[in-house]
């Protein structure tokens, strides 16, 4: 495995609890989508799979499709190995892989690949590379799922509120931020609170850089891969599908 750096060491805590509300609104689209992946043409890969709720999602709406869920972060690695050890039909169709994106041994043919809430990690030098390494590995008619978050573009986000979430006695509070950083980044302010009735628990914060990516610099740069940009469900949702160009 290569060095890794965490970013979600503060804040993987809370993440997976807080993007539950993205799941349940955007899940029904992502599965329309993965719905049209080949079947017996190879795993899917589930870039960035977080806690799982994306391998899962694999799971339930490919029924017998082996799913490679690659996660770096070891706070999110273990919510996931757990979610997927306490299922017996997980066990034997989910293989985690610790290593990121750009360091796994992935198949050399892939039926998918779901890239959900990731894209932003990675530098335009570093997606040249990913998408030139995906596209030699995507089975006929397989496609990379994508989306891409707000900002498409770097801009200011004022603070907002992205979750409450009651569990037992406490209160599970999130808030977020953004400030461009650079032509084509922007850094994220994170903070979290846990409260109990009218008392602090904890409260936390933690800032990391995000590359923005849009609609137009995704076609830029997929295109000279062999490969074509297509928009998938609700606009909110900001899903794309990625395939190679003719197939």
Do not use: C, K
Request: aromatic share 6%; net charge negative.
């Amino acid at each position: 495995m290569t060095e890794y750096t965490d970013p979600y060491a503060v804040s993987g805590e809370f993440l997976d609890i807080m993007i539950a509300g993205w799941w349940e609104h955007h899940g029904p689209a992502v599965a329309e989508a993965v719905r049209d992946l080949p079947a017996d043409s190879g795993p899917v890969v589930d870039a960035g799979a977080g806690g799982g709720w994306g391998a899962r999602l694999l799971a339930r709406t490919l029924p017998g499709t082996r799913v490679l869920a690659i996660e770096p972060s070891p706070v999110l690695r273990a919510v996931l190995l757990s979610r997927i050890a306490a299922s017996a039909e997980l066990r034997d169709r989910v293989t985690v892989d610790g290593d990121d994106l750009l360091s796994a041994r992935l198949p050399v043919r892939v039926g998918g690949v779901l890239a959900a809430n990731l894209i932003g990690h990675f530098s335009p030098h570093e997606r040249d590379a990913l998408w030139g390494d995906l596209a030699s590995r995507l089975a006929p008619n397989a496609f990379i799922l994508t989306n891409l978050p707000h900002p498409v573009a770097p801009e200011r986000v004022e603070r907002t509120r992205m979750s409450d979430i009651r569990l037992g006695e406490r209160t599970y509070s999130g808030w977020a931020q953004a400030e461009p950083d650079g032509p084509e980044r922007v850094t994220w302010q994170m903070a979290y609170e846990v409260r109990e009735g009218d008392r602090l628990v904890s409260r936390s914060e933690v800032r990391y850089p995000w590359w923005t990516v849009s609609e137009s610099s995704l076609r830029a740069e997929t295109e000279p891969h062999g490969l074509g940009v297509t928009p998938q469900g609700p606009e909110d949702a900001g899903l794309y599908r990625i395939g190679r160009v003719g197939r």
